[in-house]
């Protein structure tokens, strides 16, 4: 059975940094990108960063550019994402997924998602 499970979140106020982690459990994902993406109340979710298989490659979405890092680590089937200069405009629940080979800033290609983690931005 393939897990998710996010931790790092938390309250934050403006300014300040957060790490998420995300460690993969039932099958490793080091052939595949893993993301994260994000949902605040009453949006859709979307895309934040994602990473190669290899870790080589990176995306990231135009509101994070510059602030958030993604990164993995295969031996540990985990993945990170260092948040930096954060903004109230962050809060949100962030999900990871895992198991897309294309169009990796879409959400539907993704097979596995996370439970999510809150990460609340005060200003």
């Known amino acids: 059975q393939v897990q998710l499970v996010e931790s790092g979140g938390g309250l934050v106020q403006a300014g300040g940094s957060l790490r998420l982690s995300c460690a993969a459990s039932?099958?490793?994902?080091?052939?595949?990108?893993m993301a994260w993406f994000r949902q605040a109340p009453g949006k859709e979710r979307e895309f934040v960063a994602a990473?190669?298989?290899?870790?080589?490659?990176?995306y990231s979405s135009d509101s994070v550019k510059g602030r958030f890092t993604i990164s993995r680590d295969n031996a540990k089937n985990t993945v990170y994402l260092q948040m930096n200069s954060l903004e109230s405009e962050d809060t949100a629940v962030y999900y990871c997924?895992?198991?897309?080979?294309?169009?990796?800033?879409?959400?539907?290609?993704?097979?596995?998602w996370g439970q999510g983690t809150q990460v609340t931005v005060s200003s």
């Open positions: 990473v190669s298989g290899t870790g080589a490659i990176t």
């Open positions: 039932g099958r490793t994902f080091s052939r595949s990108t």
């Open positions: 997924a895992a198991g897309a080979t294309t169009y990796v800033t879409r959400r539907h290609t993704y097979a596995y």
